[in-house]
Structures are given as structure tokens and as C-alpha cells.
């Protein structure tokens, strides 16, 4: 490798070069490493780390992860097998996010052919912007946002790929203001009266952080009742508009939910839009999580009605494991609204001469410069199990949530939170010492500490990894999001089992 | 492949699923696929890709190209051996922006320990925002965020990776409003006084598309002079800011550039601080694409005062070629602003009764939730070679650009534009037809017309990519960047020879 072993002279004197015709970069040595390095990825994050007799995570505290870890930048190279080591030493102590037992998150799982479009979309290190350096992916994000799109029943409509979900959202508001307000590209807020954003209680935390980005302020988000599954209540909605009015704010945008964080609640997207509708309010469903179930038949009822919505973001990387990150932002607009309201008309980028439709050249409908290329992973995965493959994961979930929930019925110490109307399983467990004592006055103080010390010892087990959280007057419960394409009936079998023995004792 | 030949039965009742004890992952196969996958990315993308004696681009009309992809998504999937030729096809038709006659973005070139980092990464598939998920790169990204703050001058601050420097500018202008309102987070810029920016007229576009996004309004962002070299005038900064301040506007942010993205100027950066000191305003610098040059000292001179900023952003995908996308915010700020500005605390994700250090949760300093992780492979790149590695190819960066000017000077044709500060090497190729010609009435706009048709001819022949704008008042020129580290001599006398070549009809 050419700078492996760099002349110490060269730190201290720059102005000594190598000659000019050598280049830095050694690609046979580099594809050297590169194979070596593609198969420790291999053997230790994609076999072991799928491997349900290895552990989905290997515990250390921070310092002294940090000394093994050596993470100190220094001054001169080291040599290629070395860096190997340090490959193998960051898979060995990250989480596998891909193993089985891993249902921390609204992610987890992995799929071949989309890793393998990830990969090739790193080695061709694109950026987004004009059909001149990313034909092939001005092309396919075109098609796969039209895919996504039908699902929604929109045969026309524009869209973008955004870097997550809580930006998919953003974009939603500010589009929606613009299309009210389309002076404040230029003018800004100042001088426009208090505008007024509606969401439900349970909806994500990025509504509220794109309200302050956007300078609308958090004050402005009006939360809305939801029913006891979690549902924004649309007559509460309709009130909180009402009143909205009338102390002389302006509500211009509704952010609905399909499939909340925690209990994977869907909004009534029907009932909702007709009151957007009455009041002439843009219309936004942050399906991030809940979107799949558009694949599937027996499912895609919890959306009836998404395609009266002005805006729908909707994230391929969660439950159709299309990998981190792959955030659709969809919109039912065909007059360019996209473009008029992000666009800045540089120059140096966007020239308006070139000798192609300058139309291909999407990068100024987006705040980003650089932008990476989310679509193809989704396409290679979808090109390989089709559609129906989709519908199949989608309809496995919840074949698995609902053997989940019946066999935790049929054990003592799990209490739903209520029945699952998606795979977000809520529960607490009740260990043996507690069954029965639910009228004492610590009983929830007692049950809110349970789940922390489960869960402390999963992690330092390495066993499994889930979530718990508490919400609202509920003290800390668990979730169980089981939609891994991975899993079988016996890993919830496993699960059920490995809460009750983590926490027989307690 | 498990669902390789979905029974179509399953696309008619999704109700029949198969066995649930049948994971719909085949490890075995997808593994092989993967493989596979890898050695096709090798030979086209690495190999093929990076060689000189192939083409940098196949050019297809936007018709032809989706007509070869055939990028239609379908309800049943595809076998190995087709998913296979699509990745082929995907890499053939995509521009190789490793190879060394690609000049058109301020990205290019591969660096292959950053791109088995980015595999790596991809294949964790880890979230960046909690220590519990994500406990290897939390730590690794505030080592690489302390690494770059160093070369800065930093010994404290903070920071975060963002997708991309237009993102990392916009967080710099909400961090400075909030410091100077912080009601403006929950309150929104209703009410306020009218904020004024200001940057100069060669900053770059994503200046005014953050303003626009913030709700500051683009009105609001206003231009201040460069000199001939495109450089901001610190005097007519100075003015500006007294003429807002007079017509009642409330001046906070001054955003400068180190390395404009045409011209590669550097603003005056310790006069600038005088301005901002003098004033009470925010310094953010974009030195997105210039920030590398602080790895040298021959040329660190460049952002003398740097260190006065309370921002900067800066991505190593440009001229370290980290690879898409490895943009750095930095911050000055020991106050935890970064978290009190955007925090949300949510319980879902933040819990407080964690058993580890609650602090080492780093997701609530960001506006994104999902968050990928862009900090390895910066860290395994400099572990392999080194601060005095980086410091290298900035040099050796700057000498190729030194020697790219030298020989356009001794050549009839190529007019500079000026002497270059860094490694953009701007000018205009005059055909011979037009020599001599520079008083006649017609000559800019014939000059306009060269460029583009150069660049057609370089696109449709595959020999070249490299970029050319018009800028104020100056046609069309070409500006070329030299900084692969895979460029040698030879690259920029073919640069020359080829530019003349297809231009010498004209």
C-alpha cells in the first residue's frame, strides 16, 4: 500500500512530495484489503450475527470499550492486518441488528439482495442530484416512488428520498406552508400570522422537532386526544381546529399516524381527512412504520382512506427491511410543488443548457446538495421477491404478533396493554413476587422498575435486545416488534420465555 | 432462495402463508448472492471502474437507458442469475465517479479502507442515537468529531455527523437563532423582529434553501461582496450589517466560506471574526469543501482564524474522499447547545432510568431520528494512513493543481480565469476559431456556447467529466478539480490534450 508506512520526513516537511506520477492510491493492494475485509464482514456480522447461538450484542461499559476499541487518531498509518483486526473488533461490539433476537427497534433483520444494492451503491458513491452523474438512479427513483406511489392508489403524483423519516416529515410541513403561504420562501415567517399544526398525542417526537426547525415553534403543535388504542380522535381533532381558530391562529397542517412508535396505533385516516377537507388543511400521514401493511390485502385496510392525504412518508427501511436508511417521502402533487418550494437554481449544477431534458436533474427539489442514493437497495429487493414477496413478509408479521399475543394469554405474569391492532406486541411482565398485589399503593412504582432490570440483563446476557418505554399515566412496558423476514413460531416462543426468566426473580 | 418462485396462489390470498416455523431469509443462498454481488461490484465498479482505458460514462438518452434497465417493479421476483445481471447492468450504465478522468462534482476517487468502513456499515445496519444500539460508534464518532475540532484548533466542543453540508449549515443557523432567541423553539419566529444572514454571493446555494427551510425567508439572506478572486469583503460585510440593523432588521448569522464551490475561494476569515466579534453575531464557516486543507501546513493558511468560528462544516466525502456521505458539523460550544436546541425527550427512545450513562445518548442532538452512521468510515481511512496520510493528498492536491495551471498557461487557448487559491482550476478554452477574436460583438456569447458543446462531446465519448458554470458576469468556463488520489501527472496533461481535442472544431 502506497502511504502504509509514510516517510516520518513527510510529517514534518510536506513540501517533500512524492513524485507526481504516483498515485495515493494502490488498487491492487486496496482491492486486497477490500476482500479480506468483505470477508470478515461475512463470517462475523452476517453469520454470526444471524446466528441464534451467538449473542445479539456483546456488552461493555463505554471506557472500557473504549480502550479496547483503540479509537485515538494518530499521526501515521498502520498496517493492513491491523485494520483487519479493528474490522473484526467493531463488528465483534456492535449490536447485530440483524439477529434474530434483536427487536429493540422498528428496524431489525436482513435481506440479501438489498444488502448487496447497498453495497453497490456505496462502491458507485453517487450523488443524487443531475441525470448527468446519476442517470441510472434519476431513472429508478422515478420508478420506485411510482411503485410506492400505486400502493397508495395515486397513478400521478412526485416524491423524493430523504435521509429518514423525521426529514420526510419536515418536508411535508414546509410544503404544506408553502403552498398556503408561498411568500414565505422569500419573506420568511416574520409578518405571517401564528400558524398551527395538529397531531396526535402519541405521534412521533421529529412533528415537534420539525415545528421548532421550521421556526413554528413547539407551541404551535396542537396535540389531539387519541382513543384508548392510540388513535387520534377525529371529532377532537375538528374541535382543536375550532378552537384554533378562534384565538386567531392559522391551522394549516394535520400530521396523522399509521402505526405509532409504541403501540402501532393507525389513525382514522377516512374520518381525519374529511376534516381536513372541511377545514381546507393539508393533509400528512407519517406512515413511516406502518406504510407496509399498503402490501398487504388483509391488512391495508388500517390505511382506508391514505389517498386522500396531501403527503405520506413512509420508510421501506423499517418493516420491508430495505436497510438503514430508505425514507420515501410521497406526494399526491403534480404541479411541481416539490421543486418551486426547495429549488435554488444553482448555477454551477443546474445549468440550464445542457444538451438533456434539464427536468432529469432532480437535486433542486430537495434541501440537500449531496444526496445518497436510497433507491436502488429497495429496487434489487423488490426486483427479487416481487410485490407479493412484500405482502408476504407484511402478512407473516402479524401471523407472528398474534401467535405472540396468544401464547403470552395463556401465561401468567404478561399483561397486554390491550390487544395489538399492529406487530407492536405492549406488555408488561408481572414476576411472581408481585401477581395479585395489584391494589397496593407501590404496586406501580414497583412494576415501573421491573422492565429496566429485565432489560439490563438481556443486554449484559446478550440474549436478546428489546424496547420498553412508558407512555402517558402507563409505567414502563415492553414492545415487541416481530417482523424480522428471519423469524420462525419458536424465537416468540424464545421470547416469551426469555422475559419470564429474566425476570422470575424480581 | 426461499422466495425466489412464489407459489402465485400467495399473490391471490395472502392468507396463505407458509409455515410460520419457515423463516423467509435463506442465510445460505443470500449469502452466496451477496458474494456473488461483491465480485461483480470488483471487476465493474473497482476494477473496470477506476481504469483509465475505459470509458467514465456510457452515455444513453434517458428513453433507451429505462428501456435497458427495465426498471419496472412486478408482483413476482426474479432469480439469482437475472438479480445478477441487473447489478451488472446497473454498474455499466452508472458513471464511475472513481475513475480518474471523473472531475464533475467535488467528490471522486475511492479509498479502499474508507469503502470496506461504508460496507461494514452497511452490513451493521446500526441506528446512531442511543449507546445501547449503537455503543461502538458513539464512541467512535465523538473520537473522530475530537480529531477534526483538533485540527481546528478545538481542544473542547461538539459536534455531529449530518447528511450532507447543506444540513450541516442549516443546524449551524438554527443553533445560532437559538442562542440568541431560545424562545424561538417552542414560540416559533412569530412575534420576533426579521433575522438577517449574511454571506457572501459566492456561498454556496444551500445558504438560502436553509434560510427558506428555517422560515427566515430568503429576502433575509443578505449578499455581501467578494473581491476579484470571489472573496467576501469584510468591509461591506461590516456595512451590510449596520444598514440592516438601521432599517430594523436583527442581524445573527454570517456564514463564510472556506473553498466556494466554483471558484475554491477562501473568505478572510480572521477579519470576518472581527466583523462578527464587533457585532455579537454568530461565525459559521462552510468549509465543506476547503475544511481538508487544515491538514496541511503549507496550506492551512488558508482558514487562518478558523478557530474563531462557533461553527464549521466540513465533509470529508469531498476532498478526503471518505465517500458519500461524511459531513461533519463542528462546534465550538461546550453547553450542550446542540441537545438543548433540539432535544425532544422521548421516552420511547431516551429513557432516564437506563443503566448506563443516559449521556451517551447522542440521537436527541439531532433533528433526525434515524440517523446512519458516517464516522467509520472516516476512522478506519485515517487509521490506515494517518494524519500525515491526509496531509499528503491535500498536497500533492495542491501541486497537481499548480501543475494543471502551468501548462494551461503555456498553451494558445486556455485563459485562466485567475491564478487559483486551491484546487479549483478555472478557465475558458477559446477554439482557434475565435482567437484573436475578443473585441467582436458576439464574442462572450459564442464563448458561452463552447463549454457545453465540449461537455457533450466528453459525456457522449466517455473520455471525461468535468464541470462548467457561467458566474456573474462570466460565461460559460470549465472548472476543473484535481484532487483524486488516485490522479497522477500524465491525468492532467490528458486533461489538457483531450479538452483541445474536442474543442478544437469549434
Known amino acids: 500500500m502506497a502511504n502504509m508506512f509514510p516517510d516520518p520526513l513527510e510529517g514534518q516537511d510536506s513540501g517533500i512530495l512524492r513524485d507526481l506520477n504516483e498515485p495515493l492510491v494502490d488498487h491492487t493492494e486496496g482491492q486486497l484489503f477490500l476482500n479480506d475485509a468483505f470477508k470478515i464482514i461475512?463470517?462475523?456480522?452476517?453469520?454470526?450475527?444471524?446466528?441464534?447461538?451467538?449473542?445479539?450484542?456483546?456488552?461493555?461499559?463505554?471506557?472500557?470499550?473504549?480502550?479496547?476499541?483503540?479509537?485515538?487518531?494518530?499521526?501515521?498509518?498502520?498496517?493492513?492486518?491491523?485494520?483487519?483486526?479493528?474490522?473484526?473488533?467493531?463488528?465483534?461490539?456492535?449490536?447485530?441488528?440483524?439477529?434474530?433476537?434483536?427487536?429493540?427497534?422498528?428496524?431489525?433483520?436482513?435481506?440479501?439482495?438489498?444488502?448487496?444494492?447497498?453495497?453497490?451503491?456505496?462502491?458507485?458513491?453517487?450523488?443524487?442530484y443531475t441525470y448527468e452523474v446519476a442517470p441510472v438512479f434519476v431513472l429508478m427513483e422515478t420508478e420506485v416512488l411510482r411503485g410506492l406511489r400505486e400502493m397508495i392508489g395515486w397513478t400521478e403524483g412526485d416524491g423524493l428520498f430523504c435521509p429518514g423519516g423525521s426529514i420526510s416529515n419536515m418536508y411535508a410541513m414546509n410544503l404544506a406552508r408553502y403552498q398556503r403561504f408561498p411568500e414565505v420562501k422569500s419573506k420568511g415567517l416574520c409578518g405571517l400570522p401564528r400558524l398551527n399544526i395538529f397531531t396526535s398525542s402519541e405521534s412521533h417526537y421529529s412533528v415537534k422537532k420539525a415545528a421548532a426547525f421550521l421556526g413554528i415553534g413547539t407551541d404551535n403543535v396542537i396535540i389531539v386526544q387519541v382513543d384508548e388504542r392510540g388513535r387520534m380522535i377525529p371529532d377532537d381533532l375538528d374541535e382543536k381546529i375550532k378552537l384554533a381558530q378562534s384565538q386567531g391562529a392559522v391551522p394549516f397542517f394535520v400530521s396523522c399516524t399509521s402505526g405509532t412508535t409504541v403501540r402501532g396505533a393507525f389513525d382514522p385516516l377516512d374520518r381525519i381527512a374529511?376534516?381536513?377537507?372541511?377545514?381546507?388543511?393539508?393533509?400528512?400521514?407519517?406512515?413511516?412504520?406502518?406504510?407496509?401493511?399498503?402490501?398487504?390485502?388483509?391488512?391495508?385496510?388500517?390505511?382506508?382512506?391514505?389517498?386522500r392525504a396531501n403527503s405520506v412518508a413512509w420508510n421501506p427501511h423499517k418493516?420491508?427491511?430495505?436497510?438503514?436508511?430508505?425514507?420515501?417521502?410521497?406526494?399526491?402533487?403534480?404541479?411541481?410543488?416539490?421543486?418551486?418550494?426547495?429549488?435554488?437554481?444553482?448555477?454551477?449544477?443546474?445549468?440550464?443548457?445542457?444538451?438533456?431534458?434539464?427536468?432529469?436533474?432532480?437535486?433542486?427539489?430537495?434541501?440537500?446538495?449531496?444526496?445518497?442514493?436510497?433507491?436502488?437497495?429497495?429496487?434489487?429487493?423488490?426486483?427479487?421477491?416481487?410485490?407479493?414477496?412484500?405482502?408476504?413478509?407484511?402478512?407473516?408479521?402479524?401471523?407472528?404478533?398474534?401467535?405472540?399475543?396468544?401464547?403470552?394469554?395463556?401465561?401468567?405474569?404478561?399483561?397486554?396493554?390491550?390487544?395489538?391492532?399492529?406487530?407492536?406486541?405492549?406488555?408488561?411482565?408481572?414476576p411472581p413476587s408481585m401477581r395479585g398485589k395489584e391494589g397496593d399503593a407501590d404496586y406501580q412504582d414497583r412494576l415501573a422498575k421491573v422492565?429496566?432490570?429485565?432489560?439490563?440483563?438481556?443486554?449484559?446476557?446478550?440474549?436478546?435486545?428489546?424496547?420498553?418505554?412508558?407512555?402517558?399515566?402507563?409505567?414502563?412496558?415492553?414492545?415487541?416488534?416481530?417482523?424480522?423476514?428471519?423469524?420462525?413460531?419458536?424465537?416468540?416462543?424464545?421470547?416469551?420465555?426469555?422475559?419470564?426468566?429474566?425476570?422470575?426473580?424480581?
Not at 440479501?112 to 444494492?117: F, K, R
Open 42 to 128: 461475512m463470517e462475523e456480522v452476517l453469520c454470526k450475527g444471524t446466528d441464534v447461538n451467538q449473542k445479539v450484542c456483546e456488552w461493555k461499559e463505554p471506557e472500557e470499550l473504549a480502550l479496547l476499541l483503540d479509537l485515538e487518531l494518530r499521526e501515521t498509518g498502520e498496517p493492513s492486518h491491523r485494520l483487519l483486526q479493528r474490522v473484526k473488533d467493531v463488528a465483534k461490539y456492535s449490536i447485530k441488528t440483524s439477529h434474530p433476537r434483536f427487536l429493540n427497534q422498528l428496524f431489525t433483520g436482513v435481506d440479501y439482495h438489498s444488502l448487496a444494492g447497498r453495497f453497490l451503491t456505496e462502491a458507485l458513491n453517487t450523488n443524487l
Open 274 to 307: 374529511d376534516v381536513c377537507e372541511k377545514h381546507k388543511l393539508w393533509m400528512h400521514i407519517d406512515a413511516a412504520w406502518g406504510g407496509s401493511v399498503l402490501f398487504s390485502k388483509q391488512h391495508s385496510h388500517l390505511m382506508k382512506g391514505v389517498h
Open 451 to 506: 422492565a429496566p432490570v429485565i432489560k439490563e440483563r438481556m443486554i449484559k446476557q446478550g440474549t436478546m435486545m428489546v424496547g420498553y418505554q412508558p407512555l402517558g399515566n402507563k409505567v414502563n412496558f415492553f414492545r415487541m416488534v416481530v417482523f424480522s423476514p428471519q423469524l420462525s413460531q419458536k424465537d416468540m416462543d424464545f421470547f416469551i420465555d426469555e422475559i419470564e426468566r429474566l425476570g422470575i426473580d424480581l
Open 319 to 430: 418493516m420491508l427491511t430495505a436497510g438503514l436508511q430508505c425514507s420515501a417521502l410521497l406526494l399526491q402533487d403534480t404541479t411541481n410543488l416539490l421543486k418551486k418550494c426547495h429549488s435554488a437554481n444553482a448555477t454551477y449544477l443546474f445549468q440550464q443548457d445542457k444538451f438533456y431534458d434539464v427536468n432529469l436533474d432532480v437535486g433542486d427539489k430537495s434541501v440537500q446538495c449531496s444526496r445518497k442514493v436510497d433507491c436502488l437497495k429497495l429496487w434489487l429487493m423488490w426486483k427479487a421477491v416481487g410485490s407479493i414477496g412484500f405482502t408476504e413478509r407484511v402478512d407473516k408479521a402479524f401471523s407472528h404478533a398474534r401467535y405472540l399475543v396468544e401464547q403470552m394469554k395463556k401465561r401468567e405474569g404478561f399483561h397486554l396493554l390491550h390487544e395489538p391492532e399492529f406487530v407492536n406486541v405492549c406488555f408488561w411482565f408481572v
